[in-house]
């Protein structure tokens, strides 16, 4: 016994779809079940039911949503689970290769290669495909299913660039080992700038920038970014987080709280930090310049047989 279970709306010309699995599978005497879901959860307890019934295989015919549900309901059982996509996405039938006819899927039911999925879990729920939190899952969760069947692939960029137009939450996150970062910058900084003259000289020379322009920016980047980046980030988490949240409260962008926020809180932070990119650069290219303007434009310039 094989049963169908299909997602009337999943996809444009979801009829015209499952009308090709049932002459399929009539054509080839093959009995057979066609059930149709009418609400999110359906196609779980319709495939547990399979399962406990004995049925030899599940058609899943939708989205990956779909598949995803009966999946959920074959877990732990015998039964097995063929899919024809017919979503908007079809990532599960991209990632692993399905075939794009209906009739080619079908034939995986007695050609195919069966095999055991380990399947993963999150709030109780079982899945084969993916799982996420944060933007894109918010921008899932705003899909309509008719924004997908006239748009296709496309309402999900357009419903990703609505959603970042939106006001957003504030999100405040901690990761392990902010201080040891820290703390090793500080500790960098306690040694003589000189220390670090040879292997940069040697890196320089094996890349063959050594006598670069490209190689003088990467210099100096690499020694002024890291304590400019430590008094940016110390000063901008001095600025209290109820600025931010009354800023989203009174309807300002991201964009918005940036420009008109953030960035004039900063400017004291920022001028001191250009003033000190400015001085230790200059400081450390003086020399390098003096010596150019002696060698290259001041003897030039000397005539022959003068002192």
């Not at 059982?77 to 692993?96: C, I």
Request: hydrophobic share 55%; aromatic share 8%.
């Amino acid at each position: 016994m094989i049963d169908v279970i299909y997602n009337p709306v999943a996809g444009p010309r979801a009829v015209n779809r499952i009308d090709r699995v049932r002459s399929y599978l009539s054509a080839r005497g093959l009995p057979f079940r066609i059930r149709e879901t009418t609400a999110p959860g359906d196609a779980v307890v319709m495939a547990r039911e399979a399962a406990l019934e004995g049925a030899d295989a599940v058609v899943a015919v939708g989205g990956d949503g779909t598949m995803n549900e009966v999946a959920d309901g074959l877990a732990g059982s015998a039964t097995r689970l063929a899919f024809v996509p017919h979503g908007t996405g079809n990532v599960f039938a991209r990632e692993f290769s399905l075939p794009e006819s209906v009739e080619a899927c079908l034939d995986l039911l007695s050609s195919g290669k069966t095999i055991s999925v380990r399947m993963a879990m999150a709030n109780e729920r079982r899945f084969v495909l993916l799982a996420s939190a944060g933007f894109d899952a918010e921008v899932v969760e705003r899909m309509h299913s008719r924004q997908k069947n006239l748009l296709g692939i496309a309402a999900y960029v357009l419903s990703g660039a609505l959603h970042l137009l939106r006001s957003q939450p504030s999100l405040w996150l901690e990761f392990p080992g902010r201080g040891a970062i820290n703390f090793l910058i500080i500790v960098v900084y306690l040694f003589p700038g000189i220390l670090i003259a040879v292997p940069m000289f040697i890196f320089l020379t094996q890349a063959g920038l050594r006598p670069s322009l490209t190689g003088a920016v990467i210099v100096y980047v690499a020694i002024a970014l890291p304590l400019a980046l430590f008094v940016l980030r110390n000063y901008l988490e001095s600025i209290p987080q109820e600025i931010d949240d009354a800023a989203r409260i009174d309807g300002a962008s991201r964009l918005q709280i940036i420009r008109y926020v953030t960035v004039p809180l900063a400017m004291p932070a920022l001028a001191a930090v250009a003033i000190y990119v400015f001085i230790s650069i200059f400081s450390a290219a003086f020399p390098g310049i003096f010596v150019y303007l002696i060698l290259w434009v001041i003897v030039p310039l000397r005539q022959p047989g003068e002192a």
